[in-house]
């Protein structure tokens, strides 16, 4: 008789908090945008001029947890090899082919493993409209880079999208119903 293990990612959605950068510009500072350009940072803080036929951007914020099966104990992930996880993302090769650059110098404390995030505005793959590579902590949370601030995209408007997370060593989930995300 063969046995089969099932890997389970426990994907829970929550509210948005906090934010993680900033532009300012002083006064009589010029900032000039080329057309298709845009500015994005958390908050951005202009008291000179802008001009230029770019925008400055919006971002959508994702709060939510999954648990991996493997690492979970008593509530939380262990965190024990997370001194062997690379600091480049490891989703840019076969099946995910992410191009995505993010890293960090050292894995923050906390940290589990790498996640890949989607935004869908429908359940097929085909209806993507945004990804990003993340990271995820002991208590379920998926963070970005930073190791503490919620997950955002820039560019996006508000709307319902459905969530999907790739793990490389579980099976994807989606959310089960489009979730309402509101740009910042």
């Not at 994907?11 to 006064?27: C, E, G, H, R």
């Not at 062997?84 to 490891?90: E, R």
């Not at 404390?109 to 429908?122: A, K, N």
Request: net charge negative; proline share 4%.
């Amino acid at each position: 008789m063969k046995s089969l293990t099932c890997f389970i990612l426990v994907l829970i959605l929550t509210s948005s908090i906090n934010s993680q950068s900033s532009m300012i510009a002083d006064v009589g500072t010029t900032i000039h945008v080329g057309t298709g350009a845009e500015i994005c940072a958390d908050v951005v803080i202009i008291n000179g001029t802008f001009s230029g036929e770019g925008t400055i951007c919006v971002s959508v914020k994702l709060n939510s947890k999954i648990f991996l099966e493997g690492p979970y104990n008593s509530g939380i992930m262990n965190t024990t090899l997370n001194s062997n996880l690379p600091t480049d993302q490891p989703y840019n090769n076969s099946p995910w082919n992410y191009p995505g650059t993010e890293s960090v110098t050292s894995i923050p404390t906390g940290v589990v493993d790498w996640v890949l995030v989607e935004l869908r505005s429908g359940l097929a793959s085909g209806t993507k409209v945004a990804r990003k590579a993340a990271l995820l902590k002991s208590d379920g949370t998926i963070v970005d880079l930073d190791g503490s601030s919620p997950v955002k995209f820039y560019g996006l408007s508000d709307g319902n999208y459905y969530v999907v997370i790739f793990h490389r060593n579980h099976l994807a989930v989606i959310s089960s119903s489009a979730q309402t995300f509101v740009a910042e």
